[in-house]
Nanobody
Framework: VRLVESGGGLVQAGGSLSLSCLAS????????MAWFRQVPGKEREFVAT???????????YYADSVKGRFTISRENVKNTAYLQMNSLKPEDTGIFYC???????????????WGQGTQVTVSA
């Protein structure tokens, strides 16, 4: 599976950004998706995950630090996952990676495919 992220950039604290992750190489409906963040000198950390489509509503899960501010979603006809980030804080700064795997998870090891990452910088 090939993943290509887009949408990162520089924003002031309190602002919003939307990230996109375009997947190819496998039916998108078979993929659970997730977003992780990494800052220099630290391990990559879980941000949000969304399950494979099951019915009318998507199943999602968030890190406590972003709950209520970030929203993960998927648009299956476009093979794309999104991360809408609102009320951004300086501590949200990092490289955001999109990941795809067979099941939704908070663990890196459960995702077999990764994008190249996109930088998000939130200024105070």
């Amino acid at each position: 599976v090939r993943l290509v992220e887009s949408g990162g950039g520089l924003v002031q604290a309190g602002g919003s950004l939307s990230l996109s992750c375009l997947a190819s190489g496998r039916p998108f409906s078979e993929l659970a998706m997730a977003w992780f963040r990494q800052v220099p000198g630290k391990e990559r950390e879980f941000v949000a995950t969304i399950d494979v489509p099951h019915g009318s509503e998507d199943v999602t899960y968030y890190a406590d630090s972003v709950k209520g501010r970030f929203t993960i979603s998927r648009e299956n006809v476009k093979n794309t996952a999104y991360l809408q980030m609102n009320s951004l804080k300086p501590e949200d700064t990092g490289i955001f990676y999109c990941a795809a795997g067979p099941v939704m998870s908070t663990m890196e090891r459960d995702f077999r495919s990764w994008g190249q990452g996109t930088q998000v910088t939130v200024s105070a």
